[in-house]
């Protein structure tokens, strides 16, 4: 049984910066690509960002580029997304997602799942 923990959520202000972690329980961890997606209230689950299993690749939603970085730590199973320059568009439920296999950016090739952390960006 995998599980996905995300932490670090909260509530922000416009400007300020957080980073989102995501320890999993899997073992051969860095046999999985890591996802970051995030929901807003209404809306579907979108791609914010992916990292390679060894991190050495990633890939970014436009509107987050130059202001999030993701990037992992296989000897602690865990993936961080850092955060900054905070918008209230970037308010959502942040999700972490694995996936064996061929590089996807697509929310239905995901494997594995955690159960979300709220951020809310205040203006």
């Known amino acids: 049984q995998v599980h996905l923990v995300e932490s670090g959520g909260g509530l922000m202000q416009a400007g300020d910066s957080v980073r989102l972690s995501c320890t999993a329980s899997m073992s051969a961890f860095g046999g999985y690509i890591m996802g970051w997606f995030r929901q807003a209230p209404g809306k579907e689950r979108q791609f914010v960002s992916a990292i390679s299993f060894s991190g050495s690749s990633a890939d970014y939603t436009d509107s987050v580029k130059g202001r999030f970085t993701i990037s992992r730590d296989n000897t602690k199973n865990t993936v961080y997304l850092q955060m900054n320059n905070l918008s209230p568009e970037d308010t959502a439920a942040y999700y972490c997602?694995?996936?064996?296999?061929?590089?996807?950016?697509?929310?239905?090739?995901?494997?594995?799942w955690g159960q979300g952390t709220q951020v809310t960006v205040s203006s």
């Open positions: 997602a694995a996936k064996r296999g061929a590089w996807s950016t697509r929310r239905g090739e995901y494997d594995y």
